[in-house]
């Protein structure tokens, strides 16, 4: 490399990136002015893609960690040939409606394989990708067929490498040997408010070889044949991760060049000619691209296609050898679940003492996992507790590496293999790992704590529902129900706080029947993330035959129960375990002559899915008095009620003590909800 050719694509993704972001007057100009070389590298001689068909399964993974500089990507992406990146894209940058947003987001077709910006996420996001091409590979791939056979790579920054969440990701990576994750981090020692020397003068090397990492150091970030071998250098290290210390100036080649004044804000006019003129640019043509860059650019694209059609031949040879696993691989690329899957959902028979729903939760996961290959993941430590453990599943583990055993994994591999992924205490990890299985493809993964540690998970998860990235996310103790732990453990704003989040499904079932119907919709629903919140207190098991069926749940919200046909003197709202206490008063008033209705709304989502016209059947708009009961925080709970209801709810935090003493304490006894119905009717 170094080449002529070589250096003018490198020069002319240097410029596209600049013309992008002075075209929209905002940006990030100083990251790709700097990073230039390597991602030209990365692209042109080691990437493994087919920009024709961008979603080839077995395609290499690129993810621009550093989402700022996303004027790199969108550059990178023109240039290599994908279609629909078209120039036009980039003059739109940072504008209405295109494909190319201040920070990149999810569209294969673009190129984009993740959502970034950020910080950190990306990271963490190419950690879950290396981990599901490694269980793919370790179960499909034969002597002769490797079918799953590919690398994730990104460029990360200072940024990305001080946030926390990074620091889980690469020390569970470390110890997973992921050999298939490289990063190259632009070590421009800059960030957005100064010098890194300010805040950031940790051995970054030394830290990661800790973590199990291979670290590979180039010192001059505009050498390509450095950069090249450094890249073949980790790809050849098969039982570690590699992390590539690239030393490189931000705003390479321009007036403010390693200052942080180039970091976020595009540069002057007369800077921009400046640095035009140091590359020895055209600095009267915006967005000038020589002819012969393309063609060499994309001789890269054109290998990939190549390569996709000898995988293409491969998988058919492999469906004729390996049938049944053929007929499964296709299966999970194309995202199908599989013939039959529903067939051995539990069906739970009616009992007064019931099961807690986290129980009840695991047991329908478990036999969901015998059907569905596809299904993988775990928890934050807390399997025992979350009840999320697939049972003779395995434990995803370096092959070798680990002689330990999960708790509750009675057999199983103990490789990649393994379905059960041991996250250790580590939320914020876990839920960005979700996200890059989901993105990588094949796999359902899922993930489970507390509801309360879901705090530790939430910028991972509004990325999951800003992407539609398919993740279920198991929370469990999810109420001051679960008692003596005391408020630090009992959740009181999460579901009004999930419910905020758009694309994020909430789903709050009140018994084990209702638990199955839980996971049956968060397996078909598809285009987003799935939160199901489950009991840690044991919930009673609802005569289905007195009451409504628990197929209710589809529908988000349901009539459980009516005394008369006649209009209701008052409706009853509930979710979750405050059905039960909330069916007793509905029981008392009835017996005392009034008219009510009991709607279960286990998901607000859900509900707001269906027409008006079955909304309106279920909580009629206009005069009825409604009471909405639920152990959480009242906020958003008025929407549905109107002007003559009330919200029996919690607006502060919660106490240690006994689970039905708290309760009993915040208002949740069938004489408490009975007297405060009342009250609204006014018969009190």
Known sequence: MNTKIDELCVTALRMLALDTVQKAKSGHPGMPLGAAPMAYVLFRDHLKYNPRHPRWFDRDHFILSAGHGSALLYSLLHLSGYEKMTLDQLKNFRQWGSATPGHPEHDIDFGIETTTGPLGQGFVTGVGMAIAEAHLAARFNRTDYRMIDHHTYAIVSDGDLMEGVTAEAASLAGHLRLGKLVYLFDNNSISLAGETALCFTEDIGKRFNAYGWQVIRVEAGNDLNLISRAITEAREELNRPSLIMVTTHIGFGSPKQDTFDVHGSPLKSEEVLETKRFFGWPDDRDFFIPDEVPAHFQQSGEKGAVEEARWKRMLERYTSAYPAEGKELQGLIENRLPEGWEKDLPVFPADPKGMATRKAGGLVMNALAQRISALMGGSADLDPSTNTVLKDQGSFQAPGQ??????????????????????????????????????????????????????????????????????????????????????????????AAFRSVPNLLVIRPADANEAAEAWRTALKHQNGPVAIILSRQDLPILDRSRFAPAQGLQKGAYILTESSPKTPDIILVATGSEVHPTLEAFEKLSSEGFSVRLVNMPSWELFEAQSIEYRDSVLPPGPIPKLAVEAGASLGWHKYIGERGDVVAIDRFGASAPGSTVLSQFGFTVDQLVIRAKILMNKE
Not at 435 to 443: D, E, F, K, P, Q
Not at 445 to 470: E, Q
């Open 402 to 495: 680990c002689h330990a055993n999960m708790q509750g994994v009675v057999s199983g591999p103990l490789n990649y293999a393994g379905r059960n992924i041991a996250f250790g205490v580590r939320e914020h990890a876990m839920g960005g790992i979700l996200n890059g299985i989901a993105t990588h493809g094949g796999l359902i993964p899922f993930g489970a704590t507390f509801f309360v540690f879901s705090d530790y998970m939430k910028p991972s998860i509004r990325l999951a529902a800003l992407s539609g990235c398919h993740v279920v996310y198991i929370f469990t103790h999810d109420s001051v129900g679960l008692g003596e732990d005391g408020p630090t453990h009992q959740p009181i704003e999460h579901l």
